[in-house]
């Protein structure tokens, strides 16, 4: 049984910035793309950003884009988000993804970030 574990997770002021990180337990996910949702309260779960296998492409939602940079280590089967200049608005619990290319997929349990003003 494979399970996504996200952490890096917390509480930081407008401004601020803060590093999620996601790997697999159970079993690699080497070949997988992967990527980073997330849920706000009252809304419903949103892309944010991915990162494909070979880590040469990366897409990011419009909210994101200039402020948070997805990445991998391949050597260590963990992906990472890096969010900086964080706003309320980003507020939300963060899942990780990962999906093979026949169509399985993956998920996380989420690690949740607060933003306060």
């Known amino acids: 049984q494979v399970e996504l574990v996200e952490s890096g997770g917390g509480s930081v002021q407008a401004g601020g910035s803060l590093r999620l990180s996601c790997a697999p337990s159970g079993r690699p996910l080497y070949g997988f793309s992967k990527a980073w949702f997330r849920r706000a309260p009252g809304n419903e779960r949103e892309f944010v950003a991915g990162?494909?296998?070979?880590?040469?492409?990366?897409l990011y939602a419009d909210s994101v884009k200039g402020r948070f940079t997805i990445s991998r280590d391949n050597a260590k089967d963990t992906v990472y988000l890096q969010t900086n200049s964080l706003k309320p608005e980003d507020t939300a619990v963060y899942y990780c993804?990962?999906?093979?290319?026949?169509?399985?997929?993956?998920w996380g349990r989420g690690t949740q970030v607060t933003v306060s003003s």
């Open positions: 993804n990962a999906r093979a290319p026949w169509g399985s997929a993956y």
């Open positions: 990162i494909r296998r070979n880590g040469a492409g990366t």
